[in-house]
Nanobody, 132 residues
C-alpha cells in the first residue's frame, strides 16, 4: 500500500516561512510520476487552479500557480523518498490544509498540469495558519 506521510505546518506570522514534508513509502517508484501539493482553504474546494505546486522527480520539472509562484518552492529528495514544499513570505491567504498527492503516469507540465481527479494517492493533510 502506498502511503504519503506529511509533516510540518503550524502557525506562523505573515512574512514568515514554513517547510512541509511528504514522505513516500518505500517500494513506490514515484520518480516517473507527478507529485503535487494542493491546498484547501476554509470554506473552499481543493483544486489545482490556485495554490498548487507540482514536481516530476525524473527531471526536476516544476509548476506553480500564480498565487504561490516566487514564494513557494517544491523539491524532491529521491534518496529520502521525500517531497518538500518550502513556503516563504507567507500571507494570511495561504491559510489552508495542505495535501500532497501523487498522480501515476503523469508529468508535471505547465501546459497541462495534473488535476485533483488525476491523483491516485493522497496524504492526510497538514494545517498551515498564517496570522496577520
Amino acid at each position: 500500500e502506498v502511503q504519503l506521510v506529511q509533516s510540518g505546518g503550524g502557525l506562523v506570522q505573515a512574512g514568515g516561512s514554513l517547510t512541509l514534508s511528504c514522505g513516500i513509502s518505500s517500494g513506490y517508484n514515484f520518480e516517473e510520476d507527478a507529485i503535487g501539493w494542493f491546498r484547501q482553504a476554509p470554506g473552499k474546494e481543493r483544486e489545482e487552479r490556485e495554490g498548487f505546486s507540482c514536481i516530476s522527480s525524473i527531471d526536476g520539472k516544476t509548476y506553480y500557480t500564480d498565487s504561490v509562484k516566487g514564494r513557494f518552492t517544491i523539491s524532491s529528495d529521491n534518496a529520502k523518498n521525500t517531497i518538500y514544499l518550502h513556503m516563504n513570505n507567507l500571507k494570511p491567504d495561504d491559510t489552508a490544509v495542505y495535501y500532497c498527492a501523487a498522480a501515476k503516469g503523469y508529468y508535471c507540465s505547465p501546459i497541462e498540469p495534473p488535476r485533483v481527479w488525476d491523483m491516485d494517492y493522497w496524504g492526510k493533510g497538514t494545517v498551515v495558519t498564517v496570522s496577520s
